[in-house]
């Protein structure tokens, strides 16, 4: 880490993704994306590997879902894009089954209700993170391309370390997740699940929460002292901005 001024300023891998500052979204992982991905079975074993341990390291976990508005109050634009890309028809042909979560959420683990590519808009998910000193976003989910990319780059653009695992997100097409992945590199901390496992199965070098200062001699560490609804723990948040 390096302090510049006043900030300090995380810059390994180890720092930026410490379980004390970090949470972890699964965009839109459900049963009817996860048929259609073209890397299925690496995709889950890798996914759930990653929820496994982020609950056992307490680390935030959120949930997204699909929620369309109504027709009347949807956007042109939206509705034209959906079009184009044949979405309104798939989504046309998913049962209530089907749009069920295939990595259900437990405890208190938020869903968040979004209408967007965009995980923070009208939300209330940026004010979570503040509220929890949560500074890393790690994103896992389908589609790379879509719902993924765009919330990552919001995220960085927001203020926050923005990582993407590139085995745990996938797309049903496996070129648009290459490119996405390429474009994304530059701005955007791209890692395997591997190398996210070995951080977050280290032993505590500092405890969960700390502050690091500069007394102008050296750096010291000083200890300072949370879907659809029907099928998840009765106990799961469900996030909605008009809530919050």
Request: hydrophobic letters at 35%.
């Amino acid at each position: 880490m390096q302090k510049i001024g006043e900030k300090i300023v995380y810059n390994t891998n180890e720092e930026i993704l410490d379980p004390s500052h970090t949470a972890l979204v699964l965009w839109d992982v459900l049963r009817a994306f996860e048929k259609i991905i073209f890397n299925k079975e690496e995709f889950s074993k890798n996914l759930n590997s990653i929820v496994e341990l982020a609950r056992k390291s307490n680390i935030p976990i959120f949930f997204t879902s699909v929620q369309t508005l109504p027709r009347r109050f949807e956007s042109p634009a939206n509705i034209y894009t959906l079009s184009k890309l044949g979405f309104d028809r798939l989504f046309d042909q998913f049962t209530t089954e089907d749009m069920d979560f295939a990595i259900k959420p437990i405890h208190d683990e938020i869903v968040i209700n979004k209408h967007t590519a965009s995980i923070f808009i009208d939300t209330g998910f940026e004010r979570m993170l503040r509220n929890a000193g949560i500074i890393t976003v790690v994103f896992t989910g389908i589609a790379t391309e879509f719902g993924v990319e765009s919330s990552a780059r919001d995220a960085y653009n927001r203020g926050f370390y923005s990582v993407v695992l590139s085995d745990c997100v996938s797309s049903p097409y496996k070129d648009g997740h290459d490119r996405s992945l390429e474009n994304m590199k530059n701005l955007i901390t791209i890692i395997k699940s591997k190398e996210l496992e070995n951080i977050w199965s280290r032993p505590k070098k500092l405890s969960s929460d700390s502050t690091v200062y500069d007394d102008g001699n050296s750096m010291h560490h000083e200890h300072m002292g949370a879907a659809n609804k029907s099928d998840v723990s009765p106990n799961t948040p469900i996030a909605d901005e008009a809530n919050l």
